[in-house]
Every structure is written in structure tokens, then in C-alpha cells.
């Protein structure tokens, strides 16, 4: 019953810049920690960031540290995921996902729900 769409993705040249939202449906996002991970052709899906309930605490993969920014409006029930200088290998769909577990969990295995993903193409 719980949804997550995301939105936001598109096609941007390299060391371009995006923003992408997550809407989330049937729950309170407030109830979850969230995360966003990215799955590229031919290649397992990564962990990007993962956010806490309050927003007060963030953690991001090694790739991405310094150029992504994940924040949350709980009143709105949306994530955000701000990239910034992206790179070629770095095309690829980019997923939302909701867990009631605590923690900043990185495991795709430890998420029980998850957004149809929204793609993400850099042009090199």
C-alpha cells in the first residue's frame, strides 16, 4: 500500500546537475529511513545516500561524497536527491526506497519498498 514515485531525471551533459524527488503515497515518510540507490546497465544496483526520520543525519557512497545532497521535507512526504557534476558512468536509473529499520541501512536486501526509478543519462 505504501508508494514511492520519483521524478526528476532527464539528460544532462557532463558536469551537469539534477534534482530528484521522491513522492511518497499510502504512508508517512516521517515513519522511515530513506535512501536512494542507482542501478546502471549490465551493473548491480549501488548504494548512493541514505537519509534518517528527523533529516539530521546523511551518509553517502565513496563515489558520490561531496557532490550529492540528500535532504527530506517530511510535511510533504518527499526525498530529494541533489547530483552535482555528474559523470559519464554515471548514467543510470536512480531508485528511491523506504525501510522501517533504523539506521542509515546501504543493503538493497533491507528496504521494504521501493520506487519505480527515474533514469538519469550523462552525455560524455
Known amino acids: 500500500q505504501v508508494q514511492l514515485m520519483e521524478s526528476g531525471g532527464g539528460l544532462v551533459q557532463v558536469g551537469g546537475s539534477l534534482r530528484l524527488s521522491c513522492v511518497a503515497s499510502?504512508?508517512?515518510?516521517?515513519?522511515?529511513?530513506m535512501g536512494w540507490f542507482r542501478q546502471a546497465p549490465g551493473k548491480e544496483r549501488e548504494f548512493v545516500g541514505a537519509?534518517?526520520?528527523?533529516?539530521?543525519?546523511?551518509c553517502y557512497g565513496d563515489s558520490v561524497k561531496g557532490r550529492f545532497t540528500i535532504s527530506r521535507d517530511n510535511a510533504k512526504n518527499t526525498v530529494f536527491l541533489q547530483i552535482s557534476s555528474l559523470k559519464p558512468e554515471e548514467t543510470a536509473v536512480y531508485y528511491c526506497?523506504?525501510?522501517?529499520?533504523?539506521?542509515?541501512?546501504?543493503?538493497?536486501?533491507?528496504?521494504?519498498?521501493w520506487g519505480q526509478g527515474t533514469q538519469v543519462t550523462v552525455s560524455s
Open positions: 537519509i534518517s526520520w528527523g533529516g539530521e543525519n546523511t
Open positions: 526506497a523506504a525501510t522501517l529499520r533504523a539506521g542509515l541501512i546501504v543493503s538493497t536486501t533491507l528496504y521494504d519498498y
Open positions: 499510502g504512508g508517512t515518510l516521517s515513519s522511515f529511513v
